[in-house]
Each structure stands twice: as C-alpha cells, then as structure tokens.
Nanobody, 123 residues
Framework: VQLQASGGGLVQPGDSLRLSCTAT????????WGWFRQAPGKEREFVAA????????EYADSVKGRATISRYNARNTVDLQLNSLRPDDSAVYYC?????????????????WGQGTQVTVSS
C-alpha cells in the first residue's frame, strides 16, 4: 500500500488549501482514511478521518468548522479542505489508512502512512 499526499504550500492567514491523498490499494472503499499533522517540535496530532461505512467524518476540535474531509472511492482518493487557515495550522500533513472501518483519532490505529505534504501559513 502506498499513499501519496499533495496540495500543500505556502499560504497567507485566512486562505484555503485542498490536500489530496491517493492510495494504491484495490480495496480503498473498505477502509477508514485519516489526516494527521506534525509541527516542528510537536507530536503528531489527529486532524480528520472519514469512515469506510457511510463516509462519516470526524474532526479534531482545532479544525472543526474549518475543515472538510471527503473520500472518492472510485479514484482511491481522500481530500482535506482547509479553510480560514491560521499560522498554527502550519505543519507537515500526513494521510493514513486505518485498520478499522469506523473513524479513530489514535495514530496507533493507522497502519499505512503517506510521506507528508508541507503546509505553511504565514504573512
């Protein structure tokens, strides 16, 4: 299983970004997919996840109301739309596959990880 994340970049506060993650797996639809982020000197933290069953999303409080996670099973892709970006959103964003069909915020529940895409929010 390989995950390729893209869409990061340098943006200004208040801007939006859409991150995308494509997975090379034939059974994409059977898994929950998540996004995590890690800023320098900080631990990796959960951002959002979307379940295999029904595409039910879960969001961290820090992005709730500003983020939308979507999955496109036909394209093996999971996207993360981030709006009203703030400097504290700056981090490397990782997509990951969960071993469970329901959403989970625990990084230990994810078994495959992408290489990450850098998001920098700065004026």
């Amino acid at each position: 299983v390989q995950l390729q994340a893209s869409g990061g970049g340098l943006v200004q506060p208040g801007d939006s970004l859409r991150l995308s993650c494509t997975a090379t797996v034939r059974t994409f639809r059977l898994y929950t997919w998540g996004w995590f982020r890690q800023a320098p000197g900080k631990e990796r933290e959960f951002v959002a996840a979307i379940s295999a069953d029904g595409g039910i999303p879960e969001y961290a409080d820090s992005v709730k109301g500003r983020a939308t996670i979507s999955r496109y099973n036909a394209r093996n892709t999971v996207d993360l739309q981030l709006n009203s970006l703030r400097p504290d959103d700056s981090a490397v964003y990782y997509c990951a596959r969960s071993r469970f069909r329901s959403t989970t915020a625990r990084s230990g529940d994810y078994d495959y990880w992408g290489q990450g895409t850098q998001v920098t929010v700065s004026s």
